[in-house]
């Protein structure tokens, strides 16, 4: 994240309450060069995927987290959230130290953020077979136990953690997420709805807005189906995105609505979902 170019030279007015996920960037640059991008099309506050080459922690020096976080501030790039990919860690393993590890890597992470002006960490609350998962309940513990821990350090740091709803997790849908949470009721737990993830698993979007709306920080935004699990440009899917508008100012949701379109031609398909949401009237 060390490669710096001029800013884009032609910005349109930043799309209040909407970010952008680099996501779709993430092989092909680093994270700068993807909030520039994405800036030119009204978006200045991001979701910050984290691999090597794009965005990571032991690829930024002390030195070099001083001048990124300058960088962004000068030209107005914001971070809502560092997003670290679950497909290398596992917070609700039953192996301890692949906890362990987990536990670890996120703690380096909430210290990016804060070194960088970001102010939280999405996390994927672990993964478990579709085969054959552990009972649930041991899953939930092993997570706890790792969320206990990380909250710690984001209370350290003054950062939040956002656990994602993701199909692969052992509380994938808004009923477990709404009980998992019910048991660990802390002020830095909170939630980043998958709108995309959610219509794979056929759930109802806008009860879960309203259900979790105590704790929703964050809201992802794409288009998928029940029968393909995909994180299309909006227009693309079945996500019912004007009543997911309606819910969202019905419940005076004050997070940031993140477009996360995976995308090989991610600029067009974000300015194109920008259009289907009706945001540049």
Known sequence: MSNVNAPASSVRPALAGYGGSTF?????????????????????????????????????????????????????????????????????????????????????????????????????????SALFPPPRTSSEGWLEDSLTQLLRVAERLDQ???????????????????????????????????????????????????RLSPRLGQLHLSDGTSSRWRHDRIGLGTVDFPAIMRTLDEIDFAGTRVLEIVSPTPREDIERSIEALGLLR
């Not at 596992?90 to 380096?108: G, K, M």
């Not at 970001?118 to 609350?125: E, N």
């Not at 199909?167 to 048991?183: K, N, S, Y």
């Open 24 to 128: 779709s960037y993430m092989w092909s640059g680093t994270a700068l060069e993807a909030m520039r991008q994405m800036q030119a099309l009204g978006l200045s506050v991001f979701d910050i995927i984290l691999v090597p080459g794009h965005c990571w922690h032991d690829e930024l020096s002390p030195v070099q987290r001083t001048e990124l976080s300058a960088t962004l501030r000068s030209e107005g790039l914001n971070i809502d959230s560092l997003n670290l990919p679950a497909l290398d860690q596992n917070l609700a393993s039953c192996v301890p130290e692949a906890r362990a590890y987990a536990v670890s890597l996120y703690t380096d992470v909430l210290q990016l953020s804060a070194d960088l002006g970001g102010r939280a960490v999405v996390a994927v609350p672990g993964r478990v």
């Open 160 to 210: 939040t953690l956002y656990i994602e709803s993701h199909p692969q997790t052992p509380i994938p849908t808004v009923a477990t997420i709404e009980a998992f949470m019910a048991r660990l009721p802390h002020e830095r737990l909170k939630v980043a709805y998958d709108v995309s993830n959610a219509e794979f698993i056929a759930e109802n979007q806008v009860d879960a807005l309203r």
